[in-house]
């Protein structure tokens, strides 16, 4: 069964971190560049960072660049992402997508194959 289980949303306070996790079950795990995206209440989904299909280049979106880090683990067919110096406005639904293009995109087309997504709320 082709899946994207996210995991590790939570609540958290403004400054404080969270690590979220994608296993992925969608064959050849290195075959796909990796993404995560969120949504807010209300708005569009956006792109937050991407990973090129070996972990050596990543892609961040400038409201996340320096407090968020993307990484995976081939062997563990999983994904990861840190999240630092959290902020209010990062509160929304995180999502894990995988795309067969081996580089990094920050193109929801792009994604072929999406999680389920796991919440993360900051307090202020």
């Known amino acids: 069964q082709t899946q994207l289980v996210e995991s590790g949303g939570g609540l958290v306070q403004a400054g404080g971190s969270l690590r979220l996790s994608c296993a992925a079950s969608?064959?050849?795990?290195?075959?796909?560049?990796m993404g995560w995206f969120r949504q807010a209440p209300g708005t569009e989904r956006e792109f937050v960072a991407s990973?090129?299909?070996?972990?050596?280049?990543?892609y961040y979106s400038d409201s996340v660049r320096g407090r968020f880090t993307i990484s995976r683990d081939n062997a563990k067919n999983t994904l990861y992402l840190q999240m630092n110096s959290l902020k209010p406005e990062d509160t929304a639904i995180y999502y894990c997508?995988?795309?067969?293009?081996?580089?990094?995109?920050?193109?929801?087309?792009?994604?072929?194959?999406w999680g389920q997504g796991t919440q993360v709320t900051v307090s202020s």
């Open positions: 997508a995988a795309s067969r293009l081996l580089g990094p995109s920050g193109s929801r087309s792009d994604f072929e194959i």
């Open positions: 969608i064959g050849v795990f290195s075959n796909f560049a």
């Open positions: 990973i090129n299909w070996n972990g050596g280049h990543m």
